[in-house]
């Protein structure tokens, strides 16, 4: 069992929800994942807590109004662990991204929302004191992080540069996938922006682990989710799917091989 108590600094280490009906997603969201739900009163309304086991997977809220007037849709939103989200931000504009929001400072830590040369969305985190147990890796929650680009070559470098992730070409029958390797481990991919997907967000698509992709897609539909991707097979990798929910925010699943 993957368990993280502190983040590891230039991976992804957090995903969260904003959503235009924090009710109807929490409703939706633990009967298809069987999450756990526990809100938050935070200076910025409520926040709620999503656990399994009583470890933690990841956070929902309210669609703040500064994203609504900036066009956001519901989504999900990638955090990325830093030590020092004011030099991470200068790094990014020197690199020609450019922040969106933030920094901030959010109970036990400090966040800023950015963007890269190509579009792509994500936010930094820097803990200030630790948040609990994390489930990374596991059923049910966050396994896998992937950026649809509209200029891969532009993103790769932005990233290799950015967090020292070497990127790696892995061969798909859709066309070249980038895999994003700190050391040895894979900890993001990264592939064109397919024509037929040319209104998916740019933001970072969170990938969550399940034992049967086909069941949670059944189960999923019936709560009110559609499918964006259907599903299907990667040698090696798994059976993965992506979908959207009933508020409009996209996410993917993924069983992985055995």
């Not at 669609?63 to 955090?79: F, Q």
């Not at 950026?147 to 066309?175: I, Q, R």
């Not at 969170?206 to 069941?215: E, K, L, M, S």
């Not at 799917?241 to 699943?253: E, I, N, R, T």
């Amino acid at each position: 069992m993957t368990e993280l108590t502190t983040p590891v600094v230039d991976t992804f280490c957090w995903v969260e929800l904003a959503t235009s009906d924090p009710t109807a997603a929490k409703t939706f969201y633990a009967a298809a994942f069987g999450w756990e739900l526990a809100d938050m009163d935070m200076p910025s309304g409520k926040y709620t807590m999503a656990t399994v086991g009583g470890k933690t997977v990841c956070g929902m809220m309210l669609l703040p109004d500064e994203a609504k007037k900036m066009g956001a849709p519901p989504h999900w939103l990638s955090y990325v662990a830093t030590n020092d989200v004011a030099a991470s931000l200068t790094k990014v504009a020197s690199l020609g991204g450019k922040t969106l929001a933030g920094p901030m400072d959010i109970g036990p830590g400090t966040m800023a929302v950015v963007q890269d040369p190509s579009g792509g969305v994500f936010a930094f985190w820097q803990a200030k004191q630790s948040m609990g147990t994390w489930l990374y890796q596991e059923p049910n929650a966050l396994c896998w992080n992937e950026l649809l680009s509209t200029n891969v070559d532009a993103a790769g470098k932005f990233y290799a540069t950015l967090f020292g992730w070497k990127p790696e070409a892995m061969p798909m029958p859709e066309g070249a996938y980038t895999v994003f390797k700190r050391g040895d481990s894979g900890v993001a991919g990264m592939m064109a922006m397919p024509p037929m997907a040319g209104g998916a967000p740019r933001a970072w698509l969170p990938y969550f682990q399940v034992q049967n992709a086909d069941a949670f897609l059944a189960k999923a539909i019936g709560l009110g989710a559609q499918i964006r991707v259907p599903p299907q097979d990667v040698p090696k990798v798994g059976r993965f799917a992506a979908l959207v929910d009933p508020q409009g925010a996209v996410f993917a699943v993924l069983q992985p091989a055995m």
